[in-house]
């Protein structure tokens, strides 16, 4: 199991003090949240292409950084970063090539069935008012997924007024940056 290997680097990481380079405060050096996807060749490229190092903003992941909620646990992220860790600024960061731009959730829902998830269950969604399609339904284009998750951050009523909100787009090949929207307003905390 994959597992067991990365438990038996741990071991060696902490018993050789390797973890000594990344030593840093729980307050993001940048006061920053960056709002990404949670796709695999941005783990690296990502904070290397914006010189982001550790200590210097708090991250947070879902698949093709969609904010649909006013009050959805990445809205609860980003309000205790900003209010308890000091953040003044939040980049969502979409990618272009995400896998959300092309979610069949017919075929999704095809091979959960497939691996024992029932009908039942499906059922139990739709009851509950759980629309599974509008849940798992993707995007179109990258920009308008990403202008939609800022306006959602920046139309929070719980969202400080001198918090700057901005949106990108990566390239997950070259780490190219496309500014979506840069929040420009200057209002002083």
């Known amino acids: 199991m994959r597992i067991e290997e990365m438990l038996?680097?741990?071991?060696?990481?902490?018993?050789?003090?390797?973890y000594e380079q990344f030593l840093t405060g729980s307050i993001p050096n940048k006061k920053m949240v960056v709002f990404t996807c949670m796709e695999s060749r941005l783990v690296e490229l990502l904070p290397k292409a914006l010189n982001i190092l550790n200590g210097d903003a708090k991250i947070v992941k879902n698949a093709g950084a969609i904010i649909r909620k006013s009050f959805?646990?990445?809205i609860k992220s980003i309000l205790v970063a900003v209010y308890t860790l000091e953040a003044e600024e939040i980049v969502v960061i979409g990618h272009h090539d995400c896998g959300m731009s092309c979610?069949?959730?017919?075929?999704l829902m095809e091979r959960m069935k497939a691996e024992g998830i029932k009908d039942e269950t499906?059922?139990?969604l739709e009851y509950s008012g759980i629309d599974f399609h509008k849940e798992f339904h993707g995007f179109e284009t990258?920009?308008?997924?990403?202008?939609q998750s800022v306006e959602i951050i920046r139309?929070?009523?719980l969202l400080?007024?001198?918090?700057l909100v901005h949106g990108l787009v990566i390239s997950p090949e070259t780490g190219k940056v496309d500014v979506v929207s840069i929040d420009k307003k200057e209002v002083a905390k």
């Open 142 to 147: 990258v920009e308008e997924s990403i202008q």
């Open 8 to 18: 038996a680097y741990n071991e060696q990481f902490v018993t050789n003090k390797n």
């Open 103 to 107: 979610v069949d959730t017919y075929d």
């Open 155 to 157: 139309g929070n009523p």
């Open 160 to 163: 400080p007024e001198y918090v």
């Open 122 to 124: 499906f059922k139990a």
């Open 72 to 74: 959805d646990s990445i």
